[in-house]
């Protein structure tokens, strides 16, 4: 199975990274709402749909309010890219439609790592259908030869309230650490991490009532010698052709190295922003343009601008090009032109005008960031 990914991001250099990286699937591109649903209509077979929620003339969530209006894209998954400082637009996004969720500033290992979790989720269900409609053999293969853990639930008790293991794949035994019959007899709950019950049995509450059609989320389990294993999980219902529903397909991805790396990463950024934060003058990063568009500035940019940080982030309320004194504007760019084409360190004194409206000399150093 082909499948299909629809990129839909109003930056241009997102959804070329997004599609480079993407390179092993067919993937079609969208810079707004409307292109987006264009594209739908012109393009039959788009199975998986990288959503942006922000973007002009058409936002995330009027797209996911058309997807779920017209039954033509009932079976569109949706992975929508959220910000972590807004919380509501995940669970806004998960009831108008989504199935997951991936925060900015994107990392694209968990992106790819999710987009190829609903790949494998997209060709097993469709494998299943298959084989209770067709009674083919190709479910079985997918299944037992699948490279991410796949284990399927059957409901049972009053209401269909509980769900109980009844098949698993070669590749999910090998991540549990245990066999098939260990957990089947286990069950899933009492393999999970404690910490991580609570979240699980919501998500799966929320499932069964049909408030999410998907869900996912990453969780610990434990194996035999106590160790944890991290992994990426997406749970779906299953559904009989007479719309019965049968149970739910679980499929799991060993992310335990990836979590390591985050560790590690969010240690060295602590470290790098303790460190920062407590160095004299202003320290920064940011985008190559006019404005020097900031990514990120240290706690000293008060006390050297009067300027506190969050002014400048994304040019909320003043670009760091303002800061500058209009008669060093000019000559500042060509230079940083000048060192960047030499890939040589940068130094250079010129006067920036505070909040306050006085003048101060400052001298930079830095170098660039190259591909």
Request: with cysteine.
């Amino acid at each position: 199975m082909q499948i299909k990914i629809l990129v839909v991001d109003d930056s241009a250099s997102d959804r070329l990274i997004i599609r480079n990286m993407l390179s092993d699937y067919c993937v079609l591109t969208a810079c707004d709402g409307v292109e987006a649903m264009r594209m739908l209509e012109e393009h039959d077979g788009i199975n998986l749909i990288v959503l942006d929620l922000k973007m002009p003339n058409m936002d995330g969530f009027q797209v996911l309010e058309a997807l779920d209006g017209d039954k033509r894209f009932s079976k569109v998954r949706t992975i929508i890219l959220t910000n972590y400082d807004e919380p509501e637009n995940e669970i806004r996004g998960l009831k108008s439609g989504a199935v997951d969720f991936v925060r900015k500033p994107i990392q694209m290992h968990t992106l790819r790592v999710r987009i190829d979790v609903h790949a494998a989720l997209l060709r097993a269900q469709q494998a299943l259908e298959q084989q209770l409609a067709q009674q083919t053999l190709s479910f079985d293969m997918i299944f037992d030869q699948a490279p991410i853990g796949i284990a399927i639930s059957h409901c049972c008790g009053p209401d269909n309230s509980e769900d109980i293991i009844v098949r698993v794949n070669h590749a999910y035994e090998q991540i549990i650490g245990r066999t098939k019959e260990e957990i089947v007899d286990l069950g899933w709950m009492r393999i999970t991490h404690p910490d991580d019950v609570e979240e699980d049995m919501e998500n799966l509450r929320r499932l069964r009532s049909g408030e999410v059609k998907v869900y996912s989320m990453d969780k610990r389990y434990i194996r035999p010698d106590g160790s944890v294993v991290w992994v990426h999980t997406v749970v779906a219902p299953l559904v009989s052709p007479d719309n019965q529903q049968y149970g739910h397909i679980c499929l799991v991805q060993d992310i335990t190295g990836r979590k390591s790396m985050e560790e590690a990463l969010n240690e060295s950024e602590r470290s790098k922003f303790v460190l920062l934060s407590n160095l004299p003058g202003l320290a920064y990063r940011c985008n190559y343009d006019r404005d020097w568009t900031m990514q990120y500035v240290s706690q000293g940019c008060l006390d050297l601008t009067g300027y506190p940080p969050e002014s400048l982030l994304n040019n909320r309320d003043i670009s760091f090009n303002e800061v500058i004194s209009p008669e060093y504007r000019e000559t500042l760019w060509d230079e940083w032109n000048r060192i960047l084409t030499k890939k040589q360190p940068f130094k250079f004194e010129y006067e920036i005008i505070t909040a306050a409206g006085e003048k101060k000399w400052v001298l930079e150093m830095g170098q660039g960031i190259y591909n």
